[in-house]
């Protein structure tokens, strides 16, 4: 049987070009003891695959070029030499970028008993949503009445971090940042104050956050940095923690590019800034999935998908990511 | 009676001039009931002062231009109406910056019974010190075996710093930053590895601090910000802890100076940053003084103070603080 999988045939600097990214096709070893063939239904594409693109470790291993890139994908067993997980099991794994995933059972995860459809698993039920879950509860520690403020918050982790801090409750404010019109209207219904970044300098930017929210924010999840960061940290209250998630802003930058002029703030206001890895902390996803996997079921928590079709569009997806043409989680489906 | 005290005739821009502290002379009102008259034997300045100077709220209201500057000094009680503080005591305020004060009894502290000079209550038992401790102990949360890196390390702060963490005892090494040769050497008298930041950027800074403790920091102790901050972030542990106590470089900058480029490395590095102002930690302040007190007057941690003597040289001991001129606490001597 054989698999088609995209591979990097040279590190990018800068923005990767579409080049770069080449479609080839394995022929699958005979299946090992153990085993099982996965044939891919969706495939995830995610801003931090852009870290393990640089041939440099950062806290994952890099991509290694020749050999099929890797990401999060559901599908189902369609061959097993594996008794746990029989032809027809439905399974999440980090194997993406391909048609059919070759995998020892220990590298799988049987999708949970939930009534919401596969997809969700790669998104509000999957590592975005627990990054948005774990950076709000287990690194800023938020509290019923704080006010929170989100960037790239109509993005797949952002979307859930603004909605997990409405269904904290209390009086506080959730204050999203996002870019695009049609954006901003989704965080509106969502209950959400929108700001817009398009066009704004950071003391612009930092002026709108104060007016959005003259108290300040209790917690602020970062999911951008740059002119984001900076407004943030002008807009912090006494003791407020900063949970740093992703600096997409600098992804894709070839030259080191100045930080916040205004980290005086943190000392200041008694603030925290601590950045996380969600991996660190996978041993509460079961929590994770009890606590807000009926919240989805139920529909009091909503999410979007922007969804490419074919494994050919998967370089595109993940491209998209950076210009900010996605809402919700950007999925490839197959 | 009257009292001679330096105010500022005006806010300053960048590094204050000399010409804005002036020295003026005020007749003391009759003691009121519950007061007392403290001649002050010594005055402390230290670098947070600067952020009064100009006007605005930080965390400290603003001095008030023509009204007494105000700081630590210690002092003997020469007259009194307040029985707990009978004349002769010895004592310890903030009303610092001129040669004799009037303050109700409940504004100053009588000073401990430890067998040190009087002086060390500005500096290593003072507010120096216990913002040394809190910084290591209560944010950044210093274990046994940890590295910790200081910068400034010969200051006031920075020097208790460095002690205290060789003290906290097993393999964990300690690095100090300092400019100043005769600084590098009691550094590493201390049983500190020195590390001069003269000459250097980020870069190179951080190509040293490298050098030093190759495998990086568990603790920053951050007295500076600008490289130091940035050489520092290029040199952390897997959840590290950098407390952030001040940011001197920036203290008498006209313009915004850009933050570091690094900060990405927070995230890599899944680390911590915080500022603290040690006045919210003045509870523990008799814990401080009980663990730290005994091994400053048996000679287990050592302090060296620069001098300056007389009223008048209140400013220009004050201006040395930002040219590095000082080693340990920065005195006044009346």
Known sequence: M????????????????????????????????????????????????????????????????????????????????NTRLPAGTRVSHMAGWRDVAQLPGDAVHPLPELDVPDSAFLGVLGMPGMTAWTGLNRIAAMREGDNVLVSAAAGAVGSLAVQLARARGGKGKVVGIAGAPEKLEWLASLGVEPVSYRGKDAGELAADLHKACPEGFD????????????????????????????LIDSYNATAPAPGPSNLAKLLFNRARMEGFIVTDHWDHYPHFLTTVGPLVAGGEITYRETVE???????????KLFDGSNTGKMLVKL
Do not use: H
């Not at 041939?55 to 099929?68: L, N, R």
């Open 2 to 81: 054989q698999s088609r999988y995209f591979t990097l045939i040279d590190y990018p600097e800068g923005t990767p070009a579409r080049e770069l990214f080449d479609l080839r096709t394995r022929e699958l070893p005979e299946l090992g003891d153990g085993e099982i063939r996965v044939r891919n239904t969706w495939l995830s594409v995610d801003p931090y695959m852009r870290g393990r693109m640089s041939g440099v470790k950062t806290y994952v291993d890099p991509f290694i070029a020749g050999e099929p890139l890797e990401g999060a994908a559901v599908g189902e067993v369609i061959e097993s030499r």
């Open 309 to 319: 079709e074919g494994l050919e569009a998967t370089p595109d997806a993940f491209l």
């Open 219 to 246: 917690v602020v999840y970062e999911n951008v940095g740059g002119a984001c960061l900076e407004a943030a940290l002008d807009n912090l209250r006494i003791g407020a923690r900063i949970a740093i998630c992703g």
